[in-house]
């Protein structure tokens, strides 16, 4: 795909990997949707993006709310009149010890890891199948294809979008949609603020958004359907 002028709609943009990955389609030339709850924040990666040579709006709102997600992609459409990408970005690190665990705080990452996702994908799929082109990059993670201990609700939920990815890929691949998953150990950004080693050794929230780029920009031909990223070297 050919990113200059394409629009991308971008979740969990207000810090970390979502952010990098705005700064680095802006100097593209791209079109960002910044979708979030930090307003603040959302509002100065916009202004970053925009220094950058990239057109950026916000769209502000919590993720979980399902109202918030069916409606997000026909906003994002109605402003910049077209919607190429999805990157499914949004998160959160919940982990913890089975017979210790707050089910309430499960089901809740359940709603933002995996839940969400399904309803905005739902929703965009129908605007990105107007391009011949298209693309949902749905952020996994390595706990996606192990298991560890204290690690069951986030790796169960990052199990089911690697599942989804692939049934996805495989029900619209005919159609021009790219459906690629990307599955990151350890990113140096504030949800592993209590992961223990040198965050120096850690993967580089700028290493994910290159990734991304490397997916939009892979030839219409083939699809990078799964990419593992590790760290180099241990922490």
Known sequence: MELNGKVILITGASGGIGAATARRLAKKGMALALAGRNVKKLEAVAQECQKLGGLAE??????????YTSGLPDAVRAHFGALNALFNNAGVFET?????????????ALDINFRS?????????????????????????????MTFGGGGIYSATKHAVHAFSGCLFEDLRDRGLKVSTIYPGFVDTGMTSGVEGDRSK????DDVAGTLEFVLEFPSNACPTEIVIRPQFPL
Do not use: Y
């Not at 913890?96 to 809740?108: E, K, L, P, T, V």
């Not at 605007?127 to 993670?141: Q, Y």
């Open 117 to 145: 996702l399904l309803h905005l994908t739902k929703a965009a799929v129908p605007h990105l199948l107007e391009n011949a082109e298209s693309a949902v990059i749905n952020l996994s993670s390595i706990a996606g294809r």
């Open 202 to 205: 850690m993967i580089q929230p």
């Open 58 to 67: 916000v769209f502000p709102g919590e993720i979980t709310d399902q109202d």
């Open 96 to 108: 913890g010890a089975f017979d210790q665990a707050d089910i309430s705080r499960w089901d809740a």
